[in-house]
């Protein structure tokens, strides 16, 4: 995969930003490091102040795995959009996807708890979504096979996905990152997007970008990627930030 700060990926940023884009980043593995308690995440001052210079003059959004409300409290700006839930929870459609409609999926983790337990994995509810975190289990592999098994086997009206050591539950049929991209552009009255992301969650926007649009993955783990460019990862984020403010040029202060 080519890296951005290549001469060719710098004529395809200055190009992107030349048509005043929406810029669209996930938060976990892109804008923050990936750590051990997702509750320990956290954007670098630099990052964030980055973010907002940007966002005076370009349409931004954060389209994150999170909950907007745990996304809101980790930026220390607020950018115009963010969009949770692996896109299933956005401001362009607040009523969509009830968090009732995982209660099929809340009723068999209950029913598994003690063996979720055992094997060290932690649930979290995020109402549209639930993750089944298991970095910190003792027996990695054990772990995944627990997880694995409950996406293998669900109830009819429920999709799984899985992540950086991580099981995703979601409604069938719910938007996903791409759907919420391709929303926010027509939305904000951008033509393009550049969008960077990191995980599987955004590969559906990758493979989805259209004509103009540049998407980044953040990391060189995953060589099938369909992102067009990558960075070596979120430590380069605040470059691309300064990059990126030098080409839109002295609106921003």
């Known amino acids: 995969m080519r890296h951005l700060f290549s001469a060719e990926g710098e004529q395809a ?6 048509l005043r884009p929406l810029l669209a980043f996930d938060f976990d593995g892109t804008l923050a490091p990936i750590v051990a308690r997702p509750g320990d995440a956290r954007v670098s001052a630099a990052v964030a102040k980055g973010l907002e210079r940007l966002g005076r003059t370009l349409p931004l959004a954060i389209v994150s795995g999170r909950r907007v409300d745990d996304i809101r409290g980790r930026l220390h700006f607020t950018p115009r959009y963010i969009v949770g839930n692996h896109g299933a ?3 362009l459609m607040p009523e969509a996807n009830p968090p009732s409609l995982l209660d099929p999926m809340r009723d068999r983790l209950a029913k598994s708890a003690t063996a979720l337990v055992q094997a060290g994995v932690t649930v979290e509810d995020k109402g549209r979504s639930i993750a089944l975190h298991y970095r910190l289990a003792p027996d990695r ?3 995944h096979e627990v997880v694995d098994h409950l996406a293998r086997t669900l109830d009819p009206g ?9 099981m995703n539950f979601v409604a069938e049929g719910a938007p996903d990152k791409a759907e919420a991209v391709a929303r926010l552009v027509e939305h904000s009255g951008a033509k393009v997007a550049v969008f960077l992301g990191d995980d599987v969650n955004d590969e559906p926007v990758f493979a989805r970008a259209a004509p103009g649009w540049l998407t980044i993955k953040v990391g060189r783990d995953d060589r099938a990627s369909r992102a067009m460019y990558c960075l070596d990862g979120p430590a380069e984020i605040e470059g ?3 990059r990126i403010l030098d080409l839109v040029g ?3 202060r």
């Open 240 to 242: 691309l930030l300064e």
């Open 141 to 143: 592999s054990r772990a």
């Open 158 to 166: 429920l999709s799984a996905f899985g992540g950086k050591l991580v």
């Open 250 to 252: 002295d609106g921003i």
């Open 13 to 18: 940023l200055a190009a992107a930003i030349g």
């Open 89 to 91: 929870e956005s401001p």
